[in-house]
């Protein structure tokens, strides 16, 4: 069985840093690409960053791009996200995110390309 565990959120000032961790079992971790989500009430889930499964590409939506890091330990089974010079723009629902295919060959940025989610943390920012 698919599973997906999200663990590190909280609250934090505005400006300060978190490290969000995704522990992924239940299938060969090494060879999918893996993102991360956040939805907010009333709003749509928003790919923030994705990882090619190899570990060596990424892709950063523009609302994190420089602020934002995604990392993946193919040793571990974890996605990281390291969250730094947050705002409170970003409090959302972070949720970790596989892509369907295994061994793409670019980084997908379509929400229809992750097929299995963790069940989601919540990051809170304050002002």
């Known amino acids: 069985e698919v599973q997906l565990v999200e663990s590190g959120g909280g609250l934090v000032q505005y400006g300060g840093s978190l490290r969000l961790s995704c522990a992924a079992s239940?299938?060969?971790?090494?060879?999918?690409?893996m993102g991360w989500f956040r939805q907010s009430p009333g709003k749509e889930r928003e790919l923030i960053a994705a990882?090619?499964?190899?570990?060596?590409?990424?892709y950063y939506a523009d609302s994190v791009k420089g602020r934002f890091t995604i990392s993946k330990d193919n040793t571990m089974n974890t996605v990281y996200l390291q969250m730094d010079s947050l705002k409170p723009e970003d409090t959302s629902m972070y949720h970790c995110?596989?892509?369907?295919?295994?061994?793409?060959?670019?980084?997908?940025?379509?929400?229809?390309?992750?097929?299995?989610w963790g069940q989601g943390n919540q990051v809170t920012v304050s002002s």
């Open positions: 995110a596989r892509e369907r295919q295994r061994r793409r060959y670019v980084v997908q940025t379509s929400i229809g390309d992750f097929g299995r």
């Open positions: 239940g299938f060969p971790f090494s060879e999918f690409a």
């Open positions: 990882i090619k499964w190899s570990g060596v590409s990424t």
